[in-house]
């Protein structure tokens, strides 16, 4: 059921649900991308994961957690932080930054091929939806 009216949500929605969006509000949050969420993931989701879906989304971009969403369910957004590497433009890149992250021990002399190291990494350890780069295991 779509929610088109942001007037009539107060009549179509369960009570719990309207006093949350009221709460919401309140702090400054946008009715039409609330009741789009609802419409797309449901008033029990939306009870469950949206304050969370949002602080992340503020906190890391919106386009990061919904890239995430494509290859995880809501119930796993509390597994973000852990799984998410960064927005890159390649995997070359991304593979660079995540071994330097990872490690402080790379001596500077060993010569790394960072193209096929992005590629296994993505074969085997990270998800990339668009130029963003996640763990598959957090």
């Known amino acids: 059921m779509a929610i088109t009216l942001t007037t009539n949500y107060q009549e179509t929605?369960?009570?719990e649900t309207v006093d949350l969006i009221e709460g919401f509000l309140e702090s400054q949050y946008d009715l039409g991308s609330i009741l789009e969420w609802i419409d797309e993931h449901g008033e029990g989701e939306?009870?469950?994961y949206y304050e969370e879906y949002v602080e992340l989304g503020e906190e890391n971009g919106y386009e990061a957690v919904d890239a995430f969403l494509v290859e995880n369910d809501l119930s796993d957004l509390e597994y973000f932080k852990a799984a998410?590497?960064?927005e890159y433009q390649s995997p070359e890149r991304m593979?660079?930054?995540?071994?330097?992250?990872?490690?402080?021990r790379l001596d500077y002399r060993i010569t790394i091929d960072w193209e096929?190291?992005?590629?296994?990494?993505l074969a085997h350890d990270v998800d990339r939806v668009g130029d963003h780069y996640f763990r598959t295991s957090y």
């Open 13 to 15: 929605l369960a009570p």
């Open 84 to 86: 998410y590497i960064g």
């Open 95 to 104: 593979a660079q930054d995540y071994f330097e992250d990872e490690t402080d």
């Open 116 to 121: 096929e190291t992005g590629d296994y990494l």
């Open 46 to 48: 939306f009870r469950k």
